[in-house]
């Protein structure tokens, strides 16, 4: 079993930056890629960012391309998600996820999420 944490959600408003930050504890070895995904009611969830733990491979979705960095602490098994330029179109609940690896897209163990708000 795989534990996620995550943290650093709030409200901020447009054009500012916040830090999230996912705590994996448990089985960490048997993962091997994180990534955050993100969903707001009605709509679905929409992955936004990816990385490998050994930092060689990261995806970002294009909506987050330039604005949103992820990144890892090895020594703190511990994924961060750093969100600049941020817009209302942002606000969602935030999750981060665990995979075997970087290439599978069956994300195994979940967050339990943290609300992101943007206001205009």
């Known amino acids: 079993q795989v534990q996620l944490v995550e943290s650093g959600g709030g409200l901020v408003q447009a054009g500012g930056s916040l830090r999230l930050s996912c705590a994996a504890s448990g089985r960490t070895f048997s993962q091997s890629a994180m990534g955050w995904f993100r969903q707001v009611p009605g709509k679905e969830r929409e992955r936004v960012a990816a990385?490998?733990?050994?930092?060689?491979?990261?995806y970002y979705a294009d909506s987050v391309k330039g604005r949103f960095t992820i990144s890892t602490d090895n020594a703190k098994n511990t994924v961060y998600l750093q969100m600049n330029n941020l817009k209302p179109e942002d606000t969602a609940v935030y999750y981060c996820?665990?995979?075997?690896?970087?290439?599978?897209?069956?994300?195994?163990?979940w967050g339990q999420g943290t609300q992101v708000t943007v206001s205009s």
């Open positions: 990385v490998s733990w050994s930092g060689d491979s990261t």
């Open positions: 996820a665990s995979t075997t690896s970087y290439n599978n897209y069956s994300y195994k163990y």
